[in-house]
């Protein structure tokens, strides 16, 4: 065993890992010990050190690496010191990953030094997408030499073997595969899933299951035996770092300590199975393996003490740590944009109409043709059809197919990846096919993009654009007719926009890309042609290049009488996208009684606009596509009434479509369910008798 270490290993290597693991060891004990200080919820590495310091000695400052919630060895290894765990474990102000805002080992980094860390959620196998967003970043990078790297960057994805069943799993497997992107999951299988056995939960571990996946190399280590690890570890990362291709390593571990301080092992395991997997306890072994090497015992004694002390003296120093103060709970859930006034000519002289299809086509070439980091994905937005509302024609011609492609049906990568683009510095221009088919990409938007740049601190604003066809016209039925913006408009730390014509539309476009912040477009599809009766304004001159139109700025797009309005016989309707057109028709009965406000976005939202008109008629309705009940529309006539409750004459009322679950396919019944301007009007002849 001597000549054995000693030829492929330096003794400071193998004495660093037992020392790293010593350290992890003391830290578990000591929040043990410690129940009634370490009050939130942590989960330690006890049982995976071996697999995580083998990989966190080999990773370089080009790399990025996803820990998962049991990776505190992974930090230990790449540099991070146990005060600076700790301050996350107790949640204190300085924190250095989320300021107090997370969970323990939930980093993000962009230490110059250091791998750097893109944000990740709690939720098992979710990190995969994200991740493999960076590895498709770098990608892009290298392969448009938009940035030179002293070494190929590496991506690690770490996980644990029964979040691999997870369906997005499987969808960044698969574009990693098609994509030969280059990055390592590593995948830790301590045969549990907090108290579901893998028995219970799947039919083989990771390496069989991968199998299927063409093009993506697979190996297995012993994950408790450090030597091992390292080998297999430097193998792995020198094949990517190398040939760019991905890889799936298996670390076989065990769990010595609980699922979390929350479910705790007793709980669950007998002491059969706790037993036999401490007998794999990865610093027992490598302890052993360095004692028949020839390292004097006392020497790791000292090792094990100094750790010990350098751990308490670490805990007791953050336990004094200040916590974070109340008034910074609302920092960082958006990055400051710098697009704040409308610049540039909204209607050049001699300019022609386009439609709302148009403006968004030449809005994102004219941004492609100027920004490299700029590309755009989603289903069937290629060369081949341009978009199946021909919303992308030209673009795959005119930028080639590593900038402008098609994905698999795989929504939750489509939005997911935009994380991980995001990241590296790239611009990531995404679209869904119909809003309906938005809600397998839900889980990332809400779990890993909402969120990135609140519990990052600021670290990683998800800076993409998310392109939603939306709406109904003409019997598109029940899949392809949906309206979703209520659903979007909960989720905190997105923006949203709803342009109902081809102007805004295109100063908008132009925004959300200059914008920090992930942005939802929500692109009614009645309105991209001007095809339905009534929406021939959608059509407009098309702004110069230099035109952009900031969020939450609504517009007045029909005033009503000053005489009227003093009178106390107008109403104001509140409304956005297809809403525009059915007001602006509604409005011919009335003889200037009525005002229309487009919000043009709804998050942020216009609200100093909306309750200073609102004051000024003292009658309201909000008129929106979507079903009434529990909506964004009833939501917002609720502030409204609130803040211009005294200014009122009448209740703020609402006006949507009938509560179905779907929109029928049915012409008939389609007309029945969604408003219009008859049936607006009607609702304007009963405000104005108030």
């Given amino acids: 065993m001597e000549n054995t270490l000693h030829e492929k290993f330096s003794k400071d290597i193998l004495l660093k890992a ?11 004990d000591i929040y043990e010990e410690n129940r009634n200080v370490t009050k939130y919820v942590h989960s330690t590495s006890r049982g ?21 919630y049991r990776d505190e060895s992974i930090l230990l290894g790449i540099g991070f010191q146990p005060y600076q765990l700790m301050l996350q474990l107790l949640a204190k102000a300085d924190d250095p990953f989320s300021g107090g805002r997370s969970y323990y080992s939930h980093p993000s980094s962009r230490d110059e030094n250091k791998p750097k860390i893109i944000h990740q ?10 991740t493999t967003g960076v590895a498709q970043g770098i990608k892009y990078i290298q392969d448009f030499n938009l940035q030179q790297f002293e070494n190929n960057p590496v991506v690690v994805c770490s996980l644990g073997d029964n979040s691999v069943t997870e369906g997005e799993v499987s969808e960044a497997l698969q574009f990693a595969a098609l994509h030969q992107l280059p990055i390592i999951f590593l995948v830790q299988d301590n045969e549990w899933g907090i108290s579901v056995t ?4 799947r039919t083989c571990d990771a390496y069989d299951f991968v199998a299927g996946f063409e093009g993506l190399g697979r190996m297995r280590v012993d994950g408790t035996n450090f030597v091992e690890s390292f080998e297999a570890m430097k193998k792995a990362i020198d094949f990517v770092r190398a040939e760019r291709k991905p890889l799936v390593v298996c670390a076989k571990t065990v769990l010595i300590g609980h699922h979390t301080s929350g479910v705790r092992r007793e709980f669950y395991r007998d002491e059969e199975d706790l037993t036999k997997h401490r007998a794999k306890d990865p610093g027992e072994i490598l302890r052993n393996q360095l004692l028949e090497s020839g390292v004097d015992e006392e020497l790791l004694k000292q090792i094990t003490k100094k750790a010990r002390l350098e751990a308490e003296e670490a805990f007791e120093k953050a336990q004094k740590a200040e916590d974070p103060k109340p008034e910074t709970v609302m920092q960082h859930i958006f990055a400051p944009t710098p697009i704040t006034e409308e610049v540039g000519t909204r209607e050049p002289e001699g300019g022609e109409k386009i439609v709302m299809v148009d403006a968004a086509i030449h809005a994102i070439q004219e941004l492609m043709w100027k920004h490299p980091e700029a590309l755009l994905y989603g289903q069937d937005v290629g060369e081949r059809i341009g978009g199946v509302f021909r919303e992308t024609v030209t673009l795959g011609k005119k930028f080639g197919s590593k900038r402008v492609f098609n994905t698999a049906i795989q929504e939750a990568y489509i939005i997911g ?5 995001s990241a590296v510095g790239l611009k990531p221009i995404v679209e869904v096919q119909f809003a309906d088919y938005i809600y397998p990409g839900i889980n990332q938007l809400i779990t890993e993009i909402s969120k990135s740049s609140y519990l990052s601190q600021g670290k990683f604003p998800v800076s993409n654009i998310i392109r939603v066809p939306i709406g109904a016209y003409g019997g598109g039925g029940p899949y392809h007719s949906g309206s979703v913006e209520s659903i979007l408009a909960n989720i905190k730390g997105i923006k949203i926009a709803y342009p109902s014509n081809a102007a805004d539309f295109k100063g908008l476009l132009k925004a959300a890309y200059y914008d920090p912040n992930p ?10 042609w001007s095809k339905v009766p009534g929406t021939e304004d959608a059509k407009t001159v098309e702004p110069a290049e230099d035109y952009i139109l900031p969020f939450g700025k609504g517009k007045i797009v029909i005033e009503a009488d000053e005489n009227q309005i003093k ?4 109403v104001v309707v509140i409304t956005y996208g297809m809403g525009v057109y059915w007001a602006k028709e509604a409005v011919k009965n009335f003889g200037g009684k009525v005002e229309v406000i487009d919000l043009r976005t709804l998050i942020p939202l216009d609200e100093e606009l909306v ?21 964004f529309a009833e939501a917002f006539a609720h502030r409204i009434s609130k803040n211009c409750f005294k200014y009122l004459d009448a209740p703020v009322e609402t006006m949507g479509s009938l509560d179905t679950p779907a929109v029928p396919i049915n012409l008939v019944l389609e007309k029945e369910m969604l408003p219009n301007a008859e049936k607006l009007t009607m609702k304007i002849e009963e405000m104005l008798r108030y």
């Avoid at 893998?198 to 939960?201: L, N």
């Avoid at 990846?417 to 683009?421: A, L, N, R, V």
Wanted: hydrophobic fraction near 35%; aromatic fraction near 6%.
């Fill in 121 to 130: 959620s709690s939720a098992t196998g979710m990190q995969t997408i994200p």
């Fill in 198 to 201: 893998k028995e219970e939960a």
């Fill in 611 to 631: 309750f200073e008109r609102v004051k000024a008629h003292g009658k309201c309705i909000v008129l929106t596509e979507e079903q009434l009940n529990n909506s």
């Fill in 567 to 570: 009178k106390g016989n107008t």
């Fill in 519 to 528: 942005v939802v477009m929500l692109e009614h599809k009645g309105l991209y």
């Fill in 48 to 68: 995976h050190e071996a697999i995580q310091l083998a990989t966190a000695y080999q990773l370089k400052k080009e790399d990025w690496v996803s820990p998962y």
């Fill in 417 to 421: 990846s935009t994380t991980g683009m």
């Fill in 18 to 28: 037992y020392n790293h693991m010593m350290l992890a060891k003391a830290m578990a």
